[in-house]
């Protein structure tokens, strides 16, 4: 084996104990510090998955670009997510998103447990997301008001600076209060389609927004049946100010939805049981007793006019085929003297035919012999075999 062949195979065997090496690496796994988040019920949630927090890389390292890492969380003791959690991730170029808005259901301590895959190393990495779901500090937020941005997609609005600019631009509509976000929803997650692969479609996202002041007049106006009607016949409502959302923001206004809840709904009557007896009503008076009542009639009705219908039906048309006959003199006379020779005579020779049939003594005809000469009218005999004969007798 010459030195180059032996510094391949030298290069070959460290190329495969570092596939080795990263591989059981990465079944051992790594145990990253675990981390405590305080979720609010009622309010958006949005942890980011960032590549440099697993990498383990000192604080001025850049992530390199070319690393892949993708991302699989779940409850502890659970295969999905909790309900009111949700995962995204473009690429696994890009990082990873943990977003939602817990409800009051949700209140207490979870656990997220999240694995980093490392497509690149083959290298695991586990972290403990402890999330502490509590209620929010202030008032409620009775006026929410949800836009479908058609502009960007979840992943885009889910970082802090990007939310915070939609509600600085959002200030301009909603003048007075302290605008919160609630939730952020993808359009896909609300039955949107995959847009075209063409530049500048984007998937849409749902962004709610909550506020303690009152709505403006620039926003009721969406809701008004002059709006509604413009936007049935496929046209934007008017608005009474300036949109301050475009057009780093493109919304959709017809499907803007404002709801109120600072006037609480009235609360459904819950049934009361009685003691099943019916009270006294002048305009309900059922009859105590029913009177007799004989159905002898109604039923020879019922029988007697079919079967006497059908008899005179029957007694009709025996009197049509029967006793209105013309009679067999009163045919004969109708009819001319040359269509009653010509049927005499063809009766006379059919019976003439069967008389000839009858009888035994008539001999057969030629052509039903074996073979017969046409000239001379001679019969071969009956024991030479037709089929040894030849059809034509000048052949021999």
Same mark, same amino acid.
């Given at each position: 084996m010459g030195p180059c062949q032996a510094g391949e195979a030298m290069a070959a065997t460290r190329v495969w104990i570092s596939l080795l090496v990263g591989l059981l690496a990465g079944l051992a796994g790594i145990e990253a510090q675990p981390v405590t988040l305080h979720p609010l019920v009622g309010r958006v949630f949005v942890h980011t998955l960032d590549h440099a927090t697993f990498l383990r890389l000192p604080e001025h390292v850049p992530v390199p670009p070319s690393v892949r890492i993708t991302y699989q969380a779940h409850l502890q003791g659970h295969p999905d997510l909790p309900r009111w959690l949700r995962y995204t991730q473009r690429s696994p170029h890009n990082p990873g998103f943990l977003y939602g808005t817990a409800t009051s259901e949700d209140r207490g301590r979870q656990i997220i447990e999240v694995v980093a895959y490392n497509r690149d190393s083959f290298e695991t990495t586990q972290q403990k997301l402890v999330l502490l779901i509590g209620d929010p500090a202030g008032p409620l937020l009775p006026y929410q008001a949800e836009f479908l941005v058609q502009s960007h997609d979840v992943e885009e609005v889910l970082p802090s600076t990007p939310a915070s600019r939609f509600l600085t631009a959002l200030r301009g509509l909603w003048e007075t209060g302290e605008l919160q976000l609630i939730n952020i929803t993808s359009a896909l997650d609300r039955g949107g389609r995959v847009p075209l692969p063409i530049e500048g479609r984007k998937e849409g996202v749902y962004i709610k927004v909550g506020s303690t002041s009152p709505f403006s007049t620039c926003l009721k106006m969406v809701a008004f049946p002059d709006s509604r009607a413009r936007c049935a016949q496929g046209q934007s409502p008017l608005l009474s100010c300036y949109d301050t959302l475009?057009?780093?923001?493109?919304?959709?206004?017809?499907?803007? +939805? *404002?709801?109120?809840? +600072?006037?609480?709904?009235?609360?459904?009557?819950?049934?009361?049981?009685?003691?099943?007896?019916?009270?006294?009503?002048?305009?309900?008076?059922?009859? @105590?007793?029913? @009177?007799?009542?004989?159905?002898?009639?109604?039923?020879?009705? @019922?029988?007697?006019?079919?079967?006497?219908?059908?008899?005179?039906? @029957? *007694? *009709? *048309?025996?009197?049509?085929?029967?006793?209105?006959?013309?009679?067999r003199l009163k045919r004969d006379l109708a009819t001319s003297d040359i269509q009653m020779v010509h049927h005499g005579t063809i009766r006379g020779n059919t019976q003439e035919l069967r008389q000839m049939a009858a009888s035994r003594e008539v001999p057969r005809p030629l052509s039903t012999l074996p073979m017969f000469n046409v000239r001379t009218g001679e019969r071969m005999p009956p024991r030479v075999d037709s089929a040894q004969v030849p059809l034509i007798l000048d052949q021999h």
């Open positions: 475009a057009p780093h923001f493109r919304v959709a206004w017809c499907n803007v +939805s *404002l709801v109120d809840k +600072s006037v609480p709904e009235p609360a459904d009557e819950m049934p009361v049981p009685g003691d099943g007896i019916l009270e006294h009503d002048p305009f309900f008076c059922p009859p @105590t007793e029913a @009177t007799a009542r004989d159905f002898l009639t109604d039923a020879l009705i @019922t029988l007697l006019v079919p079967l006497l219908v059908a008899l005179l039906l @029957t *007694l *009709l *048309l025996a009197y049509v085929m029967c006793c209105r006959r013309e009679g």
